[in-house]
């Protein structure tokens, strides 16, 4: 594979939550410059381990024999309309992640995580264009408080059962991420119910049989 160097870079923009810059990097195929977004002010091209810097969580709660997952829905400036997505947000400074997830899920949803797991460690979530790392975790909800928003933000909290997940997913507007980690969710649940029926249905034709028997 072609070596490639880093060659130059600048600092074009520097903002609260982002940074732009401006990278030359050169290789046995000529030399290329790349404008690059990253959230850290030493980004991951200069060859510095840098923490996560956000993360993202799926809440679902399980009621009266059935599974509920929890969705918000909220304006994107960048796209200028509303879109469904799993609660998410940027770890502090020397925030354990986790932490974070459960901070956000409280802050957005105001749900208090019954329990939460780490489901993916950190991946990049755009790396055509930046440096950005997330976690991901999903969270069983114990119970509800009211949501924390910031000034000026506005959540909409969408309950869904998970047999009509498959029905949001098709017809609207999702962040990608959200949407996989969704799918991959269904998916397990799915899963694990129908191994319980398997389960229920062979302790019934053995103790059918057994019975027989006597």
Do not use: W
Not at 171 to 176: I, L, R, S, V, Y
């Amino acid at each position: 594979m072609d070596k490639i160097q880093l060659k130059d870079y600048s600092k074009v923009y520097d903002g609260k939550f982002l940074n732009m810059y401006k990278a030359s990097f050169k290789g046995e195929k000529g030399e290329k410059t790349y404008e690059i977004v990253s959230r850290k002010d030493s980004p991951a091209f200069l060859g510095v381990a840098g923490k996560v810097d956000a993360i993202k969580i799926l809440p679902y709660l399980k009621k009266d024999g059935k599974i509920f997952v929890y969705l918000i829905r909220e304006f994107r400036f960048p796209i200028a309309k509303q879109i469904y997505e799993l609660p998410s947000g940027l770890v502090d400074e020397r925030e354990d992640p986790c932490d974070s997830a459960r901070r956000e899920l409280l802050e957005e949803i105001g749900a208090v995580a019954k329990n939460i797991e780490k489901v993916e460690t950190s991946a990049y979530s755009s790396a055509g264009m930046s440096d950005e790392s997330l976690e991901f975790y999903q969270a069983e909800v114990d119970h509800f408080e009211s949501q924390k928003l910031e000034t000026g933000e506005y959540i909409e909290i969408v309950e869904v059962e998970l047999k009509k997940l498959d029905e949001y997913l098709v017809k609207e507007n999702f962040c990608a991420l959200s949407k996989l980690q969704l799918r991959i969710f269904q998916l397990k649940m799915e899963n694990l119910i129908l191994k319980d029926k398997l389960k229920k249905l062979k302790s019934s034709k053995i103790r059918q049989k057994n019975m027989k028997k006597s």
